[in-house]
């Protein structure tokens, strides 16, 4: 009987970066727009997370590949074997893009504790934001990841709504298996809404990175181009881990959608801006469980995406200019990392005290993100099949041709995503 109880336990041993990464996937923001499009199209749009899992799987396998066998995340091969002004473009771009659906994310996480226990929700926004960057800063790096996994789990709200609503499964069905395809601008921008979320620069940046700081981290590992024992169980880690934490992340988006469609489109409620909006309107009509779940919800991934969007950006930064970095370190070892870290969450803290409208904010971040991730996708696949970055450990064919679909679909769907501008 003992293997009823370790094998859960060792199934959540072998979770790591690609969890967490695949959580983070759906922050706030992230809510935001599967709420809306839940909201507006009900089921019928539902096929995209169906369609986005095997491409988000490719691309951050890959990432996470270059992570572990060179032990550097993208910014520090972008670094070592590109133009600098590809690193700073990109670098550039992302931190910009990251600092904004920071800011996005502490005012949906002050909007959301405001609905469930009152108060002002810019004193929400600051305390998240103080919470995050002191967990990052104090706590040891092997118990924060592991905190960080832990709330992974707070996305289950998600599927406890659709536990609570009245679900038409046969609709769902249909909406998740025949694409449902429209030619207007408001579908195709809902469409470019739900890849421009499922597949984020800020993700490959932060799961390489991941994978190289596990490397250092970890004693007894070493970087696949000069520990290629390691290798085959490594791939396979990789691989688990990430289809597991994509599905994850596809699973919860599709849930939110579905609780949306169930109660707010099937209620003529069509017009979601943000994440807390949807938990609002949840109220009346789904009742106040489903509603206060929902909005715990909203604060659990908070907690969980205001770190690692901080943290990428710093991540990046520091790769790119060479400075010690790693939430492994202390903050004295690596004082220019933490400040990034803890300047970027300022930053985002301080939009939420400006006139800045925060639903434009995230419209732009949401262009920069797509201009940012295509050429990013064709750097990754670059870089994961040059033997001079990757040695023997270059990306099998399955592998490259899943990345390149992967690639040419978001290309795609940027240039639609400028068409309905």
């Given at each position: 009987?003992?293997?009823?109880?370790?094998?859960?336990?060792?199934?959540?041993?072998?979770?790591?970066?690609?969890?967490i990464t695949g959580a983070a996937d759906d922050?706030?923001?992230?809510?935001?727009?599967?709420?809306?499009?839940?909201?507006?199209?009900?089921?019928?749009?539902?096929?995209?997370?169906?369609?986005?899992?095997?491409?988000?799987?490719?691309?951050?396998?890959?990432?996470?590949?270059?992570?572990?066998?060179?032990?550097?995340?993208?910014?520090?091969?972008?670094?070592?074997?590109?133009?600098?002004?590809?690193?700073?473009?990109?670098?550039?771009?992302?931190?910009?893009?990251?600092?904004?659906?920071?800011?996005?994310?502490?005012?949906?996480?002050?909007?959301?504790?405001?609905?469930?226990?009152?108060?002002?929700?810019?004193?929400?926004?600051?305390?998240?934001?103080?919470?995050?960057?002191?967990?990052?800063?104090?706590?040891?790096?092997?118990?924060?990841?592991?905190?960080?996994?832990?709330?992974?789990?707070?996305?289950?709200?998600?599927?406890?709504?659709?536990?609570?609503?009245?679900?038409?499964?046969?609709?769902?069905?249909?909406?998740?298996?025949?694409?449902?395809?429209?030619?207007?601008?408001?579908?195709?921008?809902?469409?470019?809404?739900?890849?421009?979320?499922?597949?984020?620069?800020?993700?490959?940046?932060?799961?390489?990175?991941?994978?190289?700081?596990?490397?250092?981290?970890?004693?007894?590992?070493?970087?696949?181009?000069?520990?290629?024992e390691q290798a085959k169980s490594e791939m396979?880690?990789?691989?688990?881990?990430?289809?597991?934490?994509?599905?994850?992340?596809?699973?919860?988006?599709?849930?939110?959608?579905?609780?949306?469609?169930?109660?707010?489109?099937?209620?003529?409620?069509?017009?979601?801006?943000?994440?807390?909006?949807?938990?609002?309107?949840?109220?009346?009509?789904?009742?106040?469980?489903?509603?206060?779940?929902?909005?715990?919800?909203?604060?659990?991934?908070?907690?969980?995406?205001?770190?690692?969007?901080?943290?990428?950006?710093?991540?990046?930064?520091?790769?790119?200019?060479?400075?010690?970095?790693?939430?492994?370190?202390?903050?004295?070892?690596?004082?220019?990392?933490?400040?990034?870290?803890?300047?970027?969450?300022?930053?985002?803290?301080?939009?939420?005290?400006?006139?800045?409208?925060?639903?434009?904010?995230l419209f732009w971040s949401a262009v920069l993100?797509?201009?940012?991730?295509?050429?990013?996708?064709?750097?990754?696949?670059?870089?994961?099949?040059?033997?001079?970055?990757?040695?023997?450990?270059?990306?099998?064919?399955?592998?490259?041709?899943?990345?390149?679909?992967?690639?040419?679909?978001?290309?795609?769907?940027?240039?639609?995503?400028?068409?309905?501008?």
């Amino acid at each position: 009987m003992r293997w009823i109880y370790s094998y859960p336990l060792n199934f959540w041993r072998r979770l790591g970066p690609g969890l967490i990464t695949g959580a983070a996937d759906d922050d706030p923001s992230g809510i935001a727009t599967y709420s809306q499009v839940g909201a507006q199209f009900g089921y019928s749009i539902g096929w995209t997370m169906l369609f986005s899992y095997p491409l988000m799987v490719a691309i951050q396998e890959i990432s996470a590949r270059i992570g572990r066998t060179t032990s550097y995340g993208l910014a520090g091969n972008l670094r070592l074997f590109y133009p600098r002004s590809i690193l700073r473009t990109m670098v550039l771009l992302l931190l910009i893009t990251n600092t904004v659906n920071l800011g996005a994310d502490l005012g949906a996480m002050g909007s959301a504790l405001n609905l469930v226990i009152g108060g002002n929700p810019k004193i929400g926004v600051i305390f998240f934001a103080v919470a995050c960057v002191l967990a990052q800063l104090f706590i040891d790096y092997r118990h924060y990841i592991n905190i960080l996994k832990w709330l992974t789990l707070s996305l289950f709200a998600y599927v406890g709504v659709v536990l609570i609503v009245d679900m038409p499964w046969h609709d769902v069905a249909i909406g998740l298996f025949i694409p449902h395809l429209r030619l207007d601008a408001s579908y195709l921008a809902a469409i470019v809404g739900v890849f421009g979320t499922t597949i984020s620069p800020y993700l490959f940046f932060w799961q390489s990175t991941q994978e190289a700081e596990d490397v250092i981290a970890n004693p007894d590992a070493q970087p696949l181009l000069i520990a290629p024992e390691q290798a085959k169980s490594e791939m396979k880690r990789i691989r688990f881990d990430t289809i597991v934490g994509m599905a994850f992340s596809n699973i919860i988006g599709l849930f939110i959608v579905l609780t949306t469609a169930a109660t707010l489109h099937a209620h003529g409620v069509t017009d979601i801006q943000t994440s807390s909006q949807a938990a609002e309107a949840l109220r009346p009509i789904a009742g106040p469980l489903a509603f206060t779940v929902f909005a715990l919800g909203i604060i659990g991934t908070g907690l969980l995406a205001v770190p690692i969007l901080a943290a990428s950006s710093a991540y990046a930064v520091s790769e790119g200019f060479n400075w010690q970095i790693g939430l492994g370190r202390r903050p004295r070892e690596a004082k220019a990392f933490y400040a990034t870290l803890s300047g970027a969450t300022l930053i985002g803290v301080m939009i939420n005290f400006t006139s800045v409208d925060p639903i434009k904010a995230l419209f732009w971040s949401a262009v920069l993100n797509g201009i940012i991730a295509v050429p990013m996708m064709f750097v990754m696949m670059h870089m994961a099949s040059s033997r001079k970055i990757m040695g023997d450990y270059t990306i099998p064919p399955i592998l490259k041709c899943m990345g390149w679909i992967s690639t040419l679909v978001m290309t795609a769907i940027v240039f639609g995503m400028f068409a309905t501008i």
